[in-house]
């Protein structure tokens, strides 16, 4: 056992050097081809240079770096003492304007008070930045998370696809309209296509009943982004369903207030008639 341990330890080392032999007369063999060619007088570039490549980088690869690094930095932070402008615009931590100010004088300043750097106003020149605790950034954070939260960027719409034959059964139809209106819940669009059933006797207009149908299900919640169009020929027809707008849920509320107030006063008036006929 310990021979073969032996054995193959002596064969790792004798591979090991072979590997070192050609490496460095690999080297040494370019490094020659380099020097024969070039004219008398030239310097023989260093192998380094030849060798390590990756240390020759190109502008697309530094760019997409310092993207990458844009979209991990926080928008509100401290920045440190990497201060890029000579001159910068200074408030202090309650707000008080400093006035414009060197570097070097910002940096001994958050030294001597043990202040952090945030930049306020990139686009003023020079360039706005504040004095603030490590208390302070860490509330402004919390309060623009809050604000995040409270009002969120709207994204592009995901669209969701759901086709059907008209021959569908109602049990299927009203199991299809609730993940539709699922889907709607969650800001989705919907496209609904219905092809047209084997059965020639069925109305002319059916396909787009079932779409209008799918759709009075969801009062107050869903509306036509694109109304019912034939395609593939005639032989379907394809809608598209939406969520309704901060705007036009207003207006339906508006719009549905109205009728009951409508509704009741035509009830009191109905009740006050009948009195009088009593009396």
Known sequence: MAALLLKRLTLQTVKTENNCLRR???????????????PLGASVPRLSHLIHAKAFGTVADTQDERKKKRKSAPAFSNIGRKIHERVIHVLDEAGNDLGNMHRADVIRLMNERDLKLVKRDSGAEPPQYQ???????HKEQLRLRELEKAHPKPGPALTKELSFSSNIGQ?????????????????????????????????????????NQIL??????????????????GKAVMCVLRHLSKKEENAYRETQGTQKGDTLNTENRNNQESDVVHQ
């Open 171 to 211: 049990h299927d139809l009203d199991t299809k309209t609730k993940q539709i209106q699922q889907w709607i819940e969650k800001k989705y669009r919907v496209q609904i296509t219905i092809k047209k059933g084997k059965n020639t006797e069925e109305p002319e207009h059916k396909m787009e009943e079932i779409c």
């Open 24 to 38: 460095c007369l690999g080297k040494y063999i370019l490094h020659e081809t380099l020097a024969a060619r070039l």
């Open 131 to 137: 004095l603030l605790t490590g208390t302070q950034i």
């Open 216 to 233: 009075q299900t969801m009062p107050g919640i869903a509306t036509f982004s694109s109304r019912p169009q034939a395609v593939r020929g």
